[in-house]
């Protein structure tokens, strides 16, 4: 019995390749780089809880089921509007089940001059700027990982975005990725790729909805490339289905003198996993990397992150912070690497989680590994509840005891959202926190 | 000399303990097996009950394999190239009555290494169990001791005379097959010191065992037990040295802390094995299984250790505090220089209500050294108003070392609090610089910095071993520290 779960869980992710075969023959480059990817998915074996980086979720509500492939589906695809973001009007690409939607796309507001469209399309097209770029940062980044070859054997419909040197685009790019609700599990794999040249600004919001309380795979992988003196901020939310299963992986390049900004909210999916790794490639430059986690149920949220400090003079930033309420589970893994003689990085890492309910878990686990003697990190991890102290102060001032508890989870959730530069995205959040206080202020609270 | 080469001269003192003492030795086979354990425990004299223990063990160590997730580098040890036993030659061969039957030899020893076992040179206040190999030599203040109700004496004796309570408590904190290391430990274990410290009791004075490996071909596999009964208290103090061999030797060892309702258990540590030669030639694997339990409530266990030898150090003193509002406590000050790898930490796992922990670690790494925290602190779902407070810091000096922090948080609580912070950074140009604004040269100025650094773990050490600390790490982080 046991070697037959096993056996399933092995071979999990070859057995969906057989999905592969509908996608081939319109882009040769395409073709070869889905070839490649399957051909990795054969060769890494699927991650066990036997591994560190794993340890502490386990992977069976993905691999018990089967799935199809998402643009295999026929779906009807509902009115999505209430999803666009007003500032992103003329600025938005939208994928349905993982395939590009034309129809709710959009790219009048955005300068010509960007170059911004459809994987699939681009390469149909030959385009040297995705060829150049494509899977240069997630494999460097993302070494014997099973998740980002799959991806990479599903390679089709996705956003490439390229802005060229010098350019500042002020609307920010909406790149939203909507599931529908399905009678079949369905997996889909996106793609996006950002690539900031010299001296330009951009900001990316990543936006994953799902619109019933379906089961589905969804395995976004973003790569993003911020060229010397560049800016990128990136933002992701992620709402899928509360069955669904997400696994994302994020690679960033940081050039000399660039920023790179990200913040990464995580509200939905049974099963969520993170993995932002951030590679720095000059001296002196600068990265966010921020993120706030709200579940409550079943829900299980793992964040991975890596800072890799490869040259001298860094400042990097990571703020994590989690509510957990009814019997959610979440998890925290930031690795903070300096390599040898990358010295003067000042690195801040800190992890704080509110557990509200008696039957929550949290597992965290910030880390620092340094190679380099002239540097100042610093780690710091707390799990705690709501300080009595403040509760009976607010009280004292006249609120209800609710009212109270949700003002301070409110403004324990804020610190992470209020950097966020999207109004509208902010305003999303922000309900999204109170949607989220009120709803568990019904359940067991009082512990 | 620049600053860095100010700090590197620091760390660079040579090891003093690396002396070699000529006795001679019984025939030992190398190499494990049934046969081997039969006749430890034979030439022992130990009852059934504790070769079974060993048997069982063994079994189950067969079946293990040796972990690969500490964040060191090391050869595996060759299990069949190590002398499991190692006792010197006796004149009517068994253990000294009186310190007249002791060989003077290993009496200089002990006299180098700072603790004379001479009546008149006892040290005051301090009861010491003197180990050698892997053998008790003498223990000092026995009778002072036993007017107190305290049994202070090594693991074999207590087997012989003590076996009730040996037999009730041995394993019961660190099982047999608890992992690798103590899976090997409880299959060949030697001497050690064991304590009981009866109902109401404060123990009367320190007591101190003194660990020394002198046998090239052997390894050390000691087992500590030590019980606290019910409202009574006890400062126990560990000190090890090895002299310096080519060879890589094994250090096994466990210990086991109990501590009842009321009592108190301090376990201090000054580990100052041969740390192998700047190349990372030799030295002293330290793999060690420390537990501690807290099974009274209100009961109390406190870890303090300086670690500065051994070639590799990968232990993590533990404290399960069952009994509701006990408390845990782990003191650490790590260094590492030249080849030396320490993979170190703690593990408080909190099970009664309201009970506490706190964890301070400090980790100095110099040369090519590294030196990793690595810490667990678990909440389980029925720790009510559980807390725990971590603070690990890390030093580097020069910048082909490093540090590394691998914290672990398990929280299933909700009432339960854990705060854990960490940083990293090096001696500051600003604060040389202030320090000799105010008239001090360049070393006392590094040395006052480091010594600051470490202080908070230094002063958890008793007040007699506080001064020995202070110049081990005198010795380590040489120059003009102290």
Not at chain 1, 287 to 316: A, K, P, Y
Not at chain 1, 365 to 384: N, R, S
Not at chain 2, 404 to 413: D, G, K, L, R, V
């Amino acid at each position: 019995m046991g070697k037959v779960k096993q056996q399933k869980e092995r071979t999990f992710l070859q057995d969906l390749l057989n999905f592969q075969g509908s996608l081939n023959g319109k882009s040769k480059f395409l073709d070869e780089v889905r070839l490649k990817g399957a051909e990795e998915v054969r060769n890494i074996p699927f991650p066990t809880k036997k591994l560190e980086d794993w340890k502490f979720i386990s992977l069976r509500d993905l691999y018990k089921d089967s799935y199809e492939l998402a643009s295999d589906l026929d779906v009807d695809v509902p009115d999505i509007s209430e999803h666009y973001l007003p500032e992103s009007k003329g600025a938005r690409l939208t994928f349905i089940n993982g395939s590009f939607s034309a129809e709710h796309s959009s790219t009048e507001d955005i300068p010509e001059e960007v170059l911004i469209g459809n994987i699939a399309k681009l390469a149909e097209e030959d385009n040297d700027l995705l060829k150049e770029h494509l899977n240069k940062y997630v494999e460097n980044n993302f070494e014997e990982d099973v998740f980002s070859s799959f991806n990479k054997a599903f390679l089709k419909d996705g956003v490439f975005v390229y802005v060229p040197e010098g350019l500042t685009v002020d609307v920010p790019l909406h790149l939203l990725f909507v599931q529908t609700d399905a009678d079949t599990n369905y997996f889909t794999t996106s793609r996006s790729v950002v690539v900031a040249d010299k001296e330009s600004e951009v900001t990316v919001v990543e936006d994953h909805i799902g619109l019933g309380d379906n089961k589905y795979f969804n395995l976004p992988v973003v790569e993003v490339n911020a060229e010397e003196e560049s800016y990128v901020k990136h933002t992701k939310i992620q709402r899928d289905s509360r069955e669904a299963i997400h696994i994302a992986r994020t690679a960033a390049f940081v050039h000399h003198h660039a920023n790179y900004e990200s913040y990464t909210i995580t509200r939905g999916a049974k099963l969520s996993r993170n993995e932002p790794r951030i590679s720095q490639r000059d001296e002196e430059v600068e990265f966010t990397v921020d993120g706030l986690v709200l579940i409550d149920g079943d829900q299980v949220s793992d964040t991975h992150s890596v800072m890799d400090h490869r040259f001298s003079h860094c400042e990097s930033h990571q703020l994590h912070k989690c509510v957990i309420t009814g019997k959610a589970h979440s998890v925290f893994n930031g690795k903070i690497f300096v390599r040898k003689d990358a010295q003067k990085i000042d690195s801040f890492q800190e992890n704080r989680n509110l557990l509200l309910s008696r039957k929550g878990l949290v597992n965290t686990k910030p880390q620092l590994e340094i190679f380099a003697d002239d540097v100042v990190c610093t780690h710091g991890a707390t799990v705690g509840q709501l300080e009595q102290d403040e509760l009976f102060y607010l009280m004292s001032r006249g609120l209800n005891e609710q009212q109270a508890r949700e003002m301070l989870i409110y403004a324990f959730a804020l610190e992470t959202i209020e950097n966020i530069t999207v109004d509208s995205v902010q305003d999303l959040l922000v309900d999204e926190v109170h949607r989220f206080t009120e709803n568990q202020l019904d359940s067991e609270l009082t512990v | 000399m620049s600053e860095t080469e100010a700090l590197e001269s620091m760390v660079g003192g040579e090891y003093k303990y690396g002396f070699t003492t000529d006795v001679e030795y019984e025939d030992f086979p190398k190499g494990i097996n049934e046969d081997i354990i039969r006749e430890i425990s034979r030439r022992k004299d130990e009852p059934e009950w504790v070769l079974e223990f060993r048997l069982e063990a063994f079994e189950k160590w067969k079946q293990m394999e040796e972990p690969d997730w500490p964040n060191v580098e090391y050869e595996k040890p060759d299990f069949e190239n190590i002398q499991y036993y190692s006792s010197t030659k006796k004149k009517d061969g068994k253990k000294a009555e009186s310190l007249d039957d002791v060989d003077p030899q290993i009496l200089e020893t002990y006299e180098k290494l700072g603790i004379p076992l001479q009546e008149q040179k006892q040290l005051q206040g301090i009861a010491v169990d003197a180990v050698f190999d892997s053998e008790s030599i003498f223990t000092t203040f026995k009778e002072k001791l036993a007017e107190a109700g305290v049994i202070f004496c090594s693991i074999s004796e207590a087997i012989q005379d003590h076996p009730e309570i040996v037999k009730e408590y041995l394993g019961s904190v660190v099982p047999k097959g608890d992992n690798f290391y103590a899976a090997l430990n409880s299959a060949v274990f030697s001497d050690g010191s064991f304590v009981y410290v009866p109902e109401d009791t404060v123990c009367p004075m320190e007591l101190s065992t003194y660990f020394r490996i002198n046998n090239m071909q052997s390894g050390q596999f000691e087992r500590t037990l030590i019980i606290c009964e019910d409202n009574s208290h006890v400062s126990y103090l560990e000190g090890c040295t090895a002299p310096q061999y080519q060879e890589n030797q094994l250090h096994a060892a466990v210990v086991e802390l109990v501590a009842l309702e009321d009592a108190e258990i301090k376990y201090s540590t000054i580990q100052n094995w041969y740390s192998g030669d700047e190349k990372g030639q030799g030295g002293i694997f330290n793999f060690v299984t420390k537990r501690g339990h807290c099974r009274g409530d209100n009961s109390k266990i406190s870890w303090t250790q300086v670690e500065t030898g051994s070639a590799i150090t990968w232990k993590y003193p533990s404290v399960i505090m069952q009994g509701d509002n006990s408390v845990g406590e782990f003191y650490s000050v790590a260094v590492t220089n030249q080849r030396q790898q320490a993979d170190t930490g703690t593990k408080m796992i909190h099970v009664g209500k309201n009970t506490k922990s706190t964890i301070i670690s400090k980790g100095i790494s110099a040369g090519e050294s590294n030196n990793s925290y690595r810490g667990l602190v678990k909440i389980s779902p029925r720790a009510d108003g559980a807390q725990n407070y971590s603070v690990c810091d890390s030093m580097l000096i020069g910048q082909t070392c490093g540090a590394h922090t691998f914290p672990y948080i398990e929280s299933a609580n909700p009432t339960a609090k854990v705060e854990h912070e960490a940083s990293t950074s090096r001696v500051g140009e600003e604060q040389i610089f202030y320090l000799q604004q105010r008239g001090m040269d360049e070393d006392d100025a590094i040395s006052l910095i480091v010594n600051g650094f470490a202080k908070e773990v230094l002063q958890e050490l008793p007040m007699e071993f506080a001064v020995e600390a202070d110049k081990l790490l005198g010795i380590k982080l040489e120059g003009s520290v102290g």
